[in-house]
């Protein structure tokens, strides 16, 4: 995002809706600090245009500061609609893709971090029994992440034999997925945040786990883990107590378990169970159904 010093009247309304704090009011004109922008667009979305000339903004101000008067514009309004989105060329492209809510990753159609997770997993099958999908999200509003992070997290998974997931922006920047590398041209972007997907064994969980943690000492930005993996029949989760007696991870309070309402488009061999149009209809009100799910 850059501002238009021609039509910038130093209102500062720009500076405090900035997610990642990157923009500052220096000589009556507000200034973005190029390098840690990330291409969000919130600013610009946020403020409406009044749409004045700002030479005129300027000379009522000048006249009311006369006066010994002041009149602000209100809070959610940029007067002269200085903001303004350049075009974004490769690899800085790369920016407002993964922060930007309203832009879709080119490479799922997927907007936000580009990826649907595993939340679709009963339909997907992305993991089945004895497979563990572990999830890094790193970044946040306000302190972002740098790429070049991604890759030291996603090199180090890729050491202990992580298959990371196809359908996933990040892994579609490693030119050879088995070495969890990302493209060099994009280490040194910046982005509000982006998640990096894999596949391992459950019963692996505690070295992944353990990596994992010694890498993250080492980080500027922030890093949230997930585990997901298929209910056992009883309902039990498999690595339960992997996670938390053997890694000392604690489970959250918001954990989700999907109860497998989803018709399936896969088998355990990897072919549908019977035709799509011979799938057994959904259960109708009162009557009983075992129903499978997936817990994260």
Known sequence: MRVD????VGCGNCVPVCTMGVIR??????????EECVECGTCKRFLRVE?????????????LHTLHLAHEAPPDVCPAGALFQPELEWPRSVRKAFSDPTTKHASTGIGGRGTEEIKTNDVTGRLRNGDAGL??????PGLGARLAELDRVARAMAELGARFE????VTQMMPDPATGALNPE?????????????KVPVAGLPEFLGRLNEVAAGLTSVCSVAVAGRCDPDGSIPYEEIVVK??????SLTSKTNLGLGRPRFGES????????AMPKAPQAGSAAAIGGDAE
């Open 270 to 277: 990897g072919v549908f169970p019977t035709p799509p149009d």
């Open 186 to 198: 994009v280490l040194n972007e910046k982005v509000m945040s982006a998640i990096i997907e894999m």
């Open 166 to 169: 196809s359908k996933n922006p």
């Open 51 to 63: 749409g004045f000339p700002a030479p005129l903004v300027r000379a009522v101000r000048a006249v």
């Open 25 to 34: 009011v220096e000589a009556g004109r507000a200034v973005v600090n190029e």
């Open 135 to 140: 999830i890094v999200e790193m970044g946040r």
């Open 246 to 251: 053997e890694t000392g991870f604690p489970l």
């Open 5 to 8: 010093p021609a039509k910038c």
